[in-house]
């Protein structure tokens, strides 16, 4: 029997990764797409504000998803920080020889726990999807690009409603076992509550250790930072966010926002969580983009940061 003081894990990490998806989650959902050096800039300043992982647009099809065309040249026009990484997503061969000619360091490639989705979104089944998935992830690997996954549905489906967490560990085990170094478990039309997010995590991480997996959140009812929280407890230590709450998927009727950035900074920021990530640098990017956009940041955090700051401008005058 053991004697002496009971110790009790930290009921929170030392530290997050924030995935900032912006630049590709958030601008693949706008009607308005922004010039190339726009897009530019603003990965400047998400790098600026002390982003390390900063996903910078997609190698798709441009008749698919047109906001996202000339990747290549936003690639191509980047600074390219040391320690800084900038993913592009990937649906097959074709869109990792154009993410090679430009230099890509880092894929990350899609697929989804739900047939119907996959359908609509990659024109694929799932089961062929993995199978390509497969060939462009040894394909990358072999040129020394890291991989990461994307587990679409997670928690819900737009088109079949519920979706099976059976369904989203096979599919989480099979990007792992081809190689991805982490799989994002993304709530793509943003459904999940806390405790289902939680049952979600504790059933991936019987076929994929939870060191290798991240979190996406889409924002559609106000659930994704309380979705955050619990799964921090199950031990996830990287979280996709978006600044500005900008975000959804084309193929995705009724996903809003992701989670914001500057929302996620600020609890994380609250509980005494490293990122590296500086909150005021972080939301003027969110008002730099939302400017071009010609509208406001959807990030609580952001608004009432600008509303202190005029508060304090009106006091001064
Ligand atoms: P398809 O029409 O079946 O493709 O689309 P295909 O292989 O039959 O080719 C048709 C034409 O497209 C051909 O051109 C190809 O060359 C061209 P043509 O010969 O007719 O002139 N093509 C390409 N062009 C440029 N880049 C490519 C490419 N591939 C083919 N890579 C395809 C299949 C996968 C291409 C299409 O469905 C597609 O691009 N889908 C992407 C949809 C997308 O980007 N969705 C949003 C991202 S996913 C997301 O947001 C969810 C996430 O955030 C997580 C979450 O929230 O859950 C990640
Ligand atoms: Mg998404």
């Given at each position: 029997?053991?004697?002496?003081?009971?110790?009790?894990?930290?009921?929170?990490?030392?530290?997050?990764?924030?995935v900032?998806?912006a630049?590709?989650?958030?601008?693949?959902n706008?009607?308005?797409?922004?010039?190339v050096?726009?897009?530019?800039?603003?990965?400047?300043?998400?790098?600026?504000?002390?982003?390390?992982?900063?996903?910078a647009?997609?190698?798709?099809s441009?008749?698919w998803v047109p906001?996202?065309?000339?990747?290549?040249?936003?690639?191509?026009?980047?600074?390219?920080r040391e320690?800084?990484?900038?993913?592009?997503?990937?649906?097959?061969?074709?869109?990792?020889?154009?993410?090679?000619?430009?230099?890509?360091?880092e894929?990350?490639?899609?697929a989804?726990?739900?047939?119907?989705?996959?359908?609509?979104?990659?024109?694929?089944?799932?089961?062929?999807s993995?199978?390509?998935?497969a060939?462009?992830?040894?394909?990358?690997?072999?040129?020394?690009?890291?991989?990461?996954?994307?587990?679409?549905?997670?928690?819900?489906?737009?088109?079949?409603?519920?979706?099976?967490?059976?369904?989203v560990?096979?599919?989480?085990?099979?990007?792992v076992?081809?190689?991805?170094?982490?799989?994002?478990?993304?709530?793509?039309?943003?459904?999940?509550t806390?405790?289902k997010?939680?049952?979600?995590v504790?059933?991936?991480?019987?076929?994929?250790?939870?060191?290798?997996?991240?979190?996406?959140?889409?924002?559609?009812?106000?659930?994704?930072?309380?979705?955050?929280?619990?799964?921090?407890?199950?031990g996830?230590?990287?979280?996709?966010?978006?600044?500005?709450g900008?975000?959804g998927c084309?193929?995705?009727?009724?996903?809003?926002?992701?989670?914001?950035t500057?929302?996620?900074?600020f609890?994380?920021?609250?509980l005494?969580?490293?990122?590296?990530?500086?909150?005021?640098?972080l939301?003027a990017?969110g008002?730099f983009?939302?400017?071009?956009?010609?509208?406001t940041?959807?990030?609580?955090?952001?608004?009432?940061?600008?509303?202190?700051a005029q508060?304090?401008?009106?006091?001064?005058?």
């Amino acid at each position: 029997m053991t004697t002496g003081p009971q110790t009790t894990p930290p009921p929170y990490p030392d530290s997050v990764r924030i995935v900032e998806v912006a630049p590709r989650d958030g601008l693949q959902n706008e009607d308005l797409g922004l010039p190339v050096e726009t897009r530019i800039e603003f990965i400047e300043r998400l790098a600026d504000a002390g982003l390390t992982t900063i996903e910078a647009g997609s190698f798709v099809s441009p008749d698919w998803v047109p906001q996202m065309a000339d990747t290549d040249q936003v690639l191509a026009g980047l600074r390219r920080r040391e320690g800084v990484s900038y993913p592009v997503l990937v649906p097959n061969m074709r869109g990792l020889e154009g993410a090679l000619r430009a230099g890509a360091r880092e894929i990350a490639v899609f697929a989804a726990a739900s047939e119907t989705f996959s359908q609509k979104n990659i024109n694929s089944t799932v089961s062929d999807s993995l199978s390509r998935y497969a060939e462009v992830a040894a394909a990358a690997r072999a040129e020394g690009v890291a991989v990461r996954g994307y587990v679409s549905c997670a928690l819900g489906c737009p088109y079949e409603g519920e979706v099976a967490l059976t369904a989203v560990r096979d599919v989480a085990g099979s990007l792992v076992d081809m190689g991805c170094y982490e799989v994002s478990l993304g709530d793509t039309i943003g459904v999940g509550t806390p405790e289902k997010a939680r049952m979600m995590v504790r059933a991936v991480a019987e076929r994929v250790p939870v060191a290798h997996l991240a979190v996406h959140f889409h924002d559609t009812y106000g659930q994704a930072l309380a979705n955050v929280l619990a799964v921090l407890y199950e031990g996830v230590r990287v979280v996709d966010s978006s600044v500005a709450g900008l975000g959804g998927c084309p193929y995705a009727p009724g996903a809003a926002g992701n989670l914001a950035t500057e929302d996620l900074l600020f609890m994380l920021d609250g509980l005494g969580i490293r990122t590296g990530v500086r909150l005021h640098e972080l939301a003027a990017a969110g008002r730099f983009i939302t400017g071009h956009l010609g509208r406001t940041p959807r990030s609580r955090a952001a608004q009432a940061l600008a509303a202190t700051a005029q508060a304090v401008g009106a006091m001064e005058e």
